[in-house]
DNA sequence: TTGTATGCGTTATCAC
DNA sequence: GTGATAACGCATACAA
């Protein structure tokens, strides 16, 4: 039915593996590389990558496992990384896991019954165990954003720390002392590096670290609204406000538009990856930004390397830096 | 250095054929199963997809096209699609062509080279002559929420006429006459579905369809924000907004907040698909809520049942219904 | 029921 | 350089 390498070959005049080479970039006597382009011209030739993974062990396909389809931060970077691997006709199966570990294991497994020849995982959450299976077989992986500190393996990740540390130094350089965070769940690595940069920033300049200026919300958008409003409901009120992922940064920003604060003049207030709004609303936020079209990038150079059996440099931890795009809504305070 | 089939055959001390039988359902003696399964176990054999696929035609993949990966409604119904499929050992590819008909295109293309054994497809904008070589090759095509009326498929669409409809008639009924609408771009047919149901209500009621009251927010969530602004900027101002999806809701919602607009009393307004913050923003909105779930379960199941080659009822087109969430923010005017 | 042999579309290894 | 041929891992028609 379909056109196979074999009709090539015969409307060309030539031998099967003469057409193999030339699909495969070998050198062809002048004459019969013409013939070969002219058959697979007319007969609308297109190569099988299936029959080539089944020779090749290739499947030409990358695992990409992220926590949910709908977060955008995840999707944002998995955007980057499909654009960079297709160029070398590499194409992704995503899969998300929904929080769940089990379901998590359950898809590495799924992705290794399907040969892919590359994983890129988005978490943090996975017995090593599952991990090791696929470095016996020899398939490359690289963590993307939520790091495995025991696990050596290539790495994309982000200065969180030091993020954190800036957007806290940049409240207290305004004389702000009641700094609050609203930080993901604590068994997440990004999380406790945002602490961490949250602590270190603090302590750098002899302020004490409170619990009460400290909540979680769980990365989520009613995680950071719930935060938010716990936190205005008292009379113990924060005078500035640091919210480490995006979502918990539009929980936030609805919950403060709700209890009718202003910012900056009540409130400070610095958030992450405020995606869609950036520009847009008023006043507008002073945000971390994350290099996601980059990380996307290097991480999907970084596995099409390893694939090809590049194994110069291993393991490469990439440990982006962020941006703080700077607006209106921190204010000095006297 | 996989453990083959063979190898299982010699294991067990029977026919390569017969293992081959057995792992496709076929009965085999008693007492040859159980070597069979025996040496399955012991040597951890697992069936190379890849190969089953050169000689069954099948890649076990199913390609999907959305939009854009951040957008969320596409991918929950993604979700629910994968969970369907991957019940009966389907993975997906997921692709997106962020707005840009060339690349949906290419992306089409690709997803044909990689044997797809079928198409989901989120896009009312492609030519039909590439769908057409699915066609021919015999590869189903489910549509998804855009629909090409055109284009004779399986369909799992919403009743997006019917949906604007009653929400403008909640509207109508509690004495609302000045009833904006925030819709998508015109050349979307579920954004012309939406505006056609706005219209009908209107005209039901014998009320004028007025053009200062129809703006365009792109589907987007400044797109939203934008158009709320120029609403409530003049001296002409709704009393009843609607608006036709969640990241167009998202934006009017800060908008809204912002110039510090009271609703519902000085604003009713119904959204759409109000995902992350249905129960916790205040006032709480009444929204459309689309059946993400049912939709992605339902596109699933088709196309594996096309996929095996069912096509009773062939094209089946499910009009799926929405819901109105009844909360807070539409008040009755006198 | 089972074993044998052939083929799926391609790559790779031979001689030539 | 090129052509013939044997794999890759599996499914299946056929004979037994």
Redesign the interface.
Known sequence: MAVTIRDVAKRAGVSLGTVSRYLNGYRLREENRLKVEKAIQELGF??????K??KSNR???IGVVIDD??N?FC??I??AI?RTV?KENY??????Y?GDTEKLEQKLN?LR???VDGLILFSNNVRLSIMDEYIRDGIPIVIVNEDIPGFNTDKVLVDNAGASFRAVERFIHSNHTKIAIINGPPNSWVSQQRFEGYKQALEAYNLPVESRWIKYGNF???GG??AAKEFFEGADIPTALYVTNY?MT??A??AI??L?IKVPQELSIIGFDY???SD???PSLTVIEQPTSKMGEIAGNLILKRIKGDYTGYPEVHTLHTRMIVRDSVRAIS
């Open positions: 297109k190569q099988n990558i299936i029959a993974g089944l499947s030409m396909t389809f709908t955008i999707t944002s998995v955007t499909e297709e194409s992704i199966i995503l899969c998300d929904e799924f019954d399907r040969f989520t958008t009613v609204y719930l979502y539009l929980g920003v609805m538009h709700e009718n995606f869609e709004l847009v609303i008023k």
